[in-house]
T-cell receptor
Framework: AQSVAQPEDQVNVAEGNPLTVKCTYSVSGNPYLFWYVQYPNRGLQFLLKYITGDNLVKGSYGFEAEFNKSQTSFHLKKPSALVSDSALYFCAVSSFGGSARQLTFGSGTQLTVLP | EAGVVQSPRYKIIEKKQPVAFWCNPI?????LYWYRQNLGQGPELLIR????????DSQLPKDRFSAERLKGVDSTLKIQPAELGDSAVYLCASSLDVRGPEQYFGPGTRLTVT
């Protein structure tokens, strides 16, 4: 079975500071990893994905994530946070073996950027 | 390009009543998903369609939930009868096909069962 852990329910950061939202995963075979963002009363918006290749993935709105196979992590990062980045962030994993195409989400991390 | 469309956005019903949710995926997307998102949790897959075929419905509570995707485009998810524990946000998502791993989500339907 595949699973995702987001160890922090809440992350607070000051505007202009770098931010990191942590994610670790467990999956059989090669992972496909994703980050989504959810604003209040909205659906999930796709931010970025790792499929293969370069371990540093760049996505929308200046976000990036680093894939670390040895630590089974896929942390979301941004060099300079904006107040408008405040939202709920979900990490997700899928594998093309076993339960193919099934996307498993973490429980989410609420990011608050303080002005 | 229009995104995934869902209706209604909000629904309040009494327990034991039926309810239906509608989803129109992104044009050309063959794969459609229904998820349920409980408060404070990530979405959980209920059912996945590839074209008009339900290929993964292992998490769908079949005693009260049903879904259909006629003609491989729009989809409807139904609950009959609804229970208090069904209160959640029901999300629809679509992807280009089974090779396109990223899924695009609609705004969801927030269901409250009283």
């Amino acid at each position: 079975a595949q699973s995702v852990a987001q160890p922090e329910d809440q992350v607070n950061v000051a505007e202009g500071n770098p931010l990191t939202v942590k994610c670790t995963y467990s999956v059989s075979g090669n992972p496909y990893l994703f980050w989504y963002v959810q604003y209040p009363n909205r659906g999930l918006q796709f931010l970025l994905k790792y499929i293969t290749g370069d371990n540093l993935v760049k996505g929308s709105y200046g976000f990036e994530a680093e894939f670390n196979k040895s630590q089974t992590s896929f942390h979301l990062k941004k060099p300079s946070a904006l107040v408008s980045d405040s939202a709920l962030y979900f990490c997700a994993v899928s594998s093309f073996g076993g339960s193919a195409r099934q996307l498993t989400f973490g429980s989410g991390t609420q990011l608050t950027v303080l002005p | 390009e229009a995104g995934v469309v869902q209706s209604p956005r909000y629904k309040i019903i009494e327990k034991k009543q039926p309810v239906a949710f509608w989803c129109n995926p992104i044009s050309g997307h063959n794969t459609l998903y229904w998820y349920r998102q409980n408060l404070g949790q990530g979405p959980e897959l209920l059912i996945r369609y590839e074209n008009e075929e339900a290929v993964d419905d292992s998490q769908l509570p079949k005693d009260r939930f049903s879904a259909e995707r006629l003609k491989g485009v729009d989809s409807t998810l139904k609950i009959q009868p609804a229970e208090l524990g069904d209160s959640a946000v029901y999300l629809c998502a679509s992807s280009l096909d089974v090779r396109g791993p990223e899924q695009y989500f609609g705004p969801g339907t927030r269901l409250t069962v009283t």
